[in-house]
């Protein structure tokens, strides 16, 4: 357990010391949710579309950005250079477990991350006013489902980067990806928005974990065994995902060249 402790407190670290590279990024999120709130505001004005109240769509796009928040970019580019320069050659020979110490590694900088969202959420409040929070027992299911998003994000993003191992550029991998989750994930437009069976699709993949999920229990939208169903769909995926990636990750390693070797 040392070794990964040591993984996630270096991370942190990291982050801590490139301070302007996080606030950047997290810069953009924040944008975004300004962007948003004022797109929706002008869209709700005169009534509920597809279901969605603006008080509703208010809370559900705060959401949107806390799970947006977590697990910054930067998780990425340090495994895809890893793998492009050959020094997860180096990873190998050390005596910790490829993926978990990657996985260390991510949720070393989770904690700023969450203090980040903390306290723009708390500017949002202040100036829109209170949010409206579910009952005990689906707060409860809506914070197991925030937890959900950090190892799920974490293979979403870890899969991606193994295609470093067939591929020299990892940005266009990444744009295709963060197209991908932006859509399918709920965090641009609710899927409720889309055709039926494209919603059907979204709701049902990995991506609808990332945002969607969480979102929908917290404005009500999902309660009760239809919740529980949501987040044990999250549970599945990040389990799925977990060990498809150690299958992919030992196909990776059969392409690795390091000096020609």
Known sequence: MKPYLAHARATALSALA????????????????????????????????????????RAYLVVAFASGALVGAFVDFRMSHRIRSGLVALDLVKPVDYQRARFAETVGGVWIE??????VVAVTVAVGG????????????????????????????????????????????????????????GALVPLVYFPGWLATAAQWSPFAGLTS?????????????????????????????????????????????????
């Not at 004022?38 to 004005?45: E, I, K, S, T």
């Open 213 to 261: 999920t969480p979102a929908l229990i917290f404005i009500g939208k999902a309660s009760g065994s239809h919740a529980v169903l949501l987040v044990a769909t999250q549970l599945g995926w990040v389990l799925a995902m977990w060990f498809g990636a150690r299958l992919l990750f030992r196909r990776g390693l059969r392409r690795l060249t390091v000096n020609g070797g």
């Open 130 to 185: 209170a949010l409206d929070t579910p009952p005990g027992p689906m707060l409860a299911l809506f914070a197991a489902s925030m937890v959900l998003i950090v190892p799920l994000k974490f293979a979403v993003s870890y899969l991606s980067t193994l295609a470093c191992f067939w591929t020299e550029n990892f940005v266009g991998v990444m744009w295709a990806r963060q197209a991908l989750t932006g859509l399918l994930s």
């Open 18 to 57: 490139y301070r302007a590279n996080f606030l950047l990024s997290l810069g953009g999120v924040a944008f975004q949710l300004i962007a948003l709130l004022a797109v929706w505001r002008v869209l709700l004005a005169d009534g509920p579309v597809g279901g969605f109240a603006w008080p509703q769509m």
């Open 114 to 119: 969450v203090v980040a969202v903390v306290v």
